[in-house]
C-alpha cells in the first residue's frame, strides 16, 4: 500500500478524502451570499448533531482548535470566575496555561498520564472550594489515548450547579455528544477531526442563554465569541476574514460524515480501527499505556519497547519511507509513541501498517514476545 502522500495515523490534522481535497479548488468571496449559506448550514448542522438546536449556538472562530478553547475560556468564564480544571494530559495542561495568560483563577486535579479523573474527585473538590464556576475537562486526552468518563463528570458538575466546558477536540463528530442527556455550558471541537476536514477553524457549541450575558468579557478582540457571535447573527458574516477554502471543505466532510451513518458510523468504524490495531500490535510485543476500558477509538499510546537497538525516530522514518505517519509520544515520565484511528482509514490501512511495523522492527533487528 502505496500512495502518492503518506496516510496520516494521527488525531488531526488527518488523511482525508478526494472530495473534500477537491472542495478547496474553487476561490469564494467572504461575504458573498452563497458562502454566507455555507457558514449557516454548516452551524446548523454541528448543533443539530449534539441535539442541540433549540438550546445552544454554533459559533465558528479561525484559526486551530486551541483558538476556539481559548475563546471559549475568554469569553465564558467571568473576570471574577474560577474554573476547576481536570487534567490528564497536555490538553488539559494546556487549558490551564490559557487561563493562566488571560488571567483567570483556576484550580486543578492533576491525574498524571494513566488515570482518568472520576465523579467523586471533582465532587470533593467543588464541596471545598464554592468559589469555583465553571469545570473544565478534555474528553478524549490525545497526549496519552485516554477516554474520560465524561457523563460521569457531568452529572456531578450539573448536582453542584456549576458549569461544564468540555473541550471534544477529538471526539466531537465520533463519540456522543447529545445536548438534551450532557449538560453543558460549551463543547468545542475543530475541523480537522473526527468530522475530517482540512486545518483552520474550530467552534463553540454553547448554550445561548448564557453567551448572551458575556459582552465585555472577552481578553481579546480577536477572540471575543460573544462579538464573533453577535456579528454573525445580525450580518451572516465572520467578523474577520474567514477561511473560505476550509469552510467550504468541512461542508464536504459533513456530507460524508452522514453518508457513513453520522457518528455512529464513524465511531463504529474508528472501534474497528482501534481493535484491529491493538490486537496486531500486541500480537508483536507492542504494550498498550492505558487498560483496554480507557483506550478510545480516537488514538492509541503504544510503550517504546525497552530494547536498545529501539530510536524512535529511526522507527518513524522507516514507517515515513512506507508510507505511513505516526505521532511521538506525550508522557511526562515514560518513552512512547501514538497511532491514531481516525480519518480516511479502513481496515486495508491498518493491515498496511501492521505489515510496516514488522517489517521495521525486521530492519532494526528487533525481537519482540506477544503481550498478553
Known amino acids: 500500500m502505496k500512495q502518492s502522500q503518506p496516510y496520516l495515523l494521527t488525531p488531526g490534522p488527518l488523511t482525508t478524502s478526494d472530495a473534500t481535497k477537491e472542495a478547496m479548488l474553487a476561490d469564494w468571496g467572504s461575504w458573498d451570499q452563497?458562502?454566507?449559506?455555507?457558514?449557516?448550514?454548516?452551524?446548523e448542522r454541528l448543533l443539530a448533531m449534539a441535539n442541540a438546536s433549540d438550546t445552544h449556538v454554533c459559533v465558528p472562530m479561525q484559526g486551530?482548535?486551541?483558538?476556539?478553547?481559548?475563546?471559549?475560556?475568554?469569553?465564558?468564564?467571568?473576570?471574577?470566575?474560577?474554573?476547576?480544571?481536570?487534567?490528564?494530559g497536555a490538553y488539559g495542561k494546556r487549558i490551564a496555561q490559557s487561563l493562566e495568560y488571560i488571567g483567570r483563577d483556576y484550580a486543578v486535579i492533576d491525574k498524571g498520564d494513566?488515570?482518568?479523573?472520576?465523579?467523586?474527585?471533582?465532587?470533593?473538590?467543588?464541596?471545598?472550594?464554592?468559589?469555583?464556576?465553571?469545570?473544565?475537562?478534555?474528553y478524549c486526552e490525545t497526549s496519552s489515548g485516554i477516554l474520560n468518563p465524561i457523563d460521569e463528570i457531568a452529572a456531578v458538575v450539573a448536582e453542584a450547579g456549576k458549569r461544564l466546558l468540555i473541550d471534544a477536540m477529538s471526539a466531537f463528530g465520533a463519540l456522543p455528544v447529545d445536548a438534551k442527556t450532557l449538560p453543558f455550558e460549551a463543547v468545542i471541537s475543530a475541523a480537522n477531526k473526527c468530522i475530517e476536514g482540512v486545518p483552520g477553524f474550530g467552534y463553540a457549541i454553547v448554550r445561548r442563554d448564557s453567551l448572551e450575558q458575556c459582552k465585555g468579557r472577552a481578553h481579546s478582540l480577536c477572540l471575543d465569541l460573544y462579538e464573533q457571535w453577535r456579528y454573525m447573527e445580525a450580518t451572516g458574516q465572520w467578523r474577520f476574514t474567514p477561511p473560505t477554502h476550509v469552510i467550504v471543505?468541512?461542508?464536504?466532510?459533513?456530507?460524508?460524515?452522514?453518508?457513513?451513518?453520522?457518528?455512529?458510523?464513524?465511531?463504529?468504524?474508528?472501534?474497528?480501527?482501534?481493535?484491529?490495531?491493538?490486537?496486531?500490535?500486541?500480537a508483536m510485543g507492542f504494550?498498550?499505556?492505558?487498560?483496554?476500558?480507557?483506550?478510545?477509538?480516537?488514538?492509541?499510546?503504544?510503550?517504546?519497547?525497552?530494547?536498545?537497538?529501539?530510536?524512535?525516530?529511526?522507527?518513524?522514518?522507516?514507517?515515513?519511507?512506507?508510507?505511513?505517519?505516526?505521532?511521538?509520544?506525550?508522557?511526562?515520565?515514560?518513552?512512547?509513541?501514538?497511532?491514531?484511528?481516525?480519518?480516511?482509514?479502513?481496515?486495508?490501512?491498518i493491515n498496511a501498517l501492521l505489515e510496516a511495523v514488522a517489517q521495521t522492527l525486521a530492519q532494526m533487528n528487533i525481537t519482540l514476545k506477544a503481550v498478553a
Open 64 to 88: 486551530s482548535g486551541s483558538f476556539s478553547v481559548e475563546a471559549t475560556l475568554g469569553t465564558l468564564v467571568p473576570k471574577d470566575g474560577k474554573v476547576l480544571v481536570l487534567i490528564n
Open 249 to 282: 471543505a468541512f461542508q464536504q466532510a459533513l456530507n460524508e460524515h452522514a453518508q457513513e451513518g453520522g457518528c455512529e458510523g464513524r465511531l463504529a468504524r474508528y472501534t474497528r480501527n482501534r481493535d484491529q490495531m491493538v490486537n496486531g500490535m500486541r
Open 34 to 43: 452563497d458562502f454566507n449559506a455555507i457558514t449557516r448550514d454548516v452551524c
Open 287 to 349: 504494550a498498550t499505556l492505558l487498560e483496554d476500558q480507557w483506550l478510545s477509538p480516537i488514538i492509541t499510546t503504544f510503550m517504546s519497547p525497552t530494547d536498545p537497538a529501539f530510536e524512535f525516530k529511526t522507527f518513524y522514518n522507516l514507517l515515513k519511507e512506507k508510507g505511513l505517519i505516526i505521532y511521538p509520544g506525550k508522557l511526562t515520565e515514560a518513552e512512547s509513541f501514538r497511532v491514531g484511528c481516525i480519518g480516511q482509514l479502513y481496515e486495508p490501512q
Open 114 to 138: 494513566y488515570e482518568p479523573p472520576r465523579g467523586d474527585e471533582v465532587r470533593l473538590a467543588l464541596a471545598e472550594d464554592p468559589a469555583i464556576t465553571h469545570v473544565a475537562v478534555v
